[in-house]
């Protein structure tokens, strides 16, 4: 089976209160590769709570995003669509850059029976979350070769996407 990770593609990211041109750039790519994807499908959302700024991601990130229940959390319109178009989809809401229950799902569907052949990230922000999502799978899942489409991900600035791709080549991460 093969694994596509859509990190992160939420409004507040792409047009909302920490979105980029680049971000809103990848936004037709990011839905083709889904619709054409066979496989599992996985959507993560950035979630936070009323009292982000107490937080410690909120304390040196001190921007409100990713609320809960809120229009900025909820995945872009486009994006949305195309996942639960696919047959097998699920949707993880993760409270901090790397998901714990991502690397914990993705284990647990590589059986014996039908093991996981391959993980593809795509989504937003490639130099946080798309990174240490990335990270975290290679940790779970050392021997599943796991891959970035670059083309499908935006990172805070052009230059920390580069530099983000750079640091995941050299930790065994295909850049494609």
Request: charged share 25%; glycine share 6%; net charge negative.
């Amino acid at each position: 089976m093969n694994v596509l990770v859509v990190v992160d593609m939420q409004k507040d990211f792409i047009d909302g209160s920490l979105g980029t041109k680049e971000a809103v750039a990848i936004v037709p790519g990011v839905v083709e590769k889904i619709r054409g994807f066979t496989g599992k499908v996985i959507a993560t959302r950035d979630t936070h709570s009323e009292d982000y700024l107490e937080s410690e991601e909120g304390k040196h990130l001190p921007v409100v995003h990713c609320v809960k229940d809120t229009p900025g959390w909820q995945i872009n319109s486009d994006v949305e669509k195309a996942v639960r178009a696919k047959e097998d989809f699920y949707i993880i809401d993760k409270p901090t850059f790397g998901s714990v229950e991502l690397g914990e799902y993705v284990k647990q569907l590589n059986s014996p029976a039908d093991p996981v052949e391959k993980i593809t990230l795509i989504g937003l922000c490639t130099d946080i979350c798309v990174i240490s999502n990335a990270l975290l799978l290679k940790a779970y899942l050392p021997e599943v070769p796991i891959e970035v489409d670059i083309s499908c991900c935006a990172g805070v600035t052009p230059q920390s996407h580069d530099q983000a791709a750079e640091a995941m080549k050299m930790c065994q991460i295909g850049i494609v």
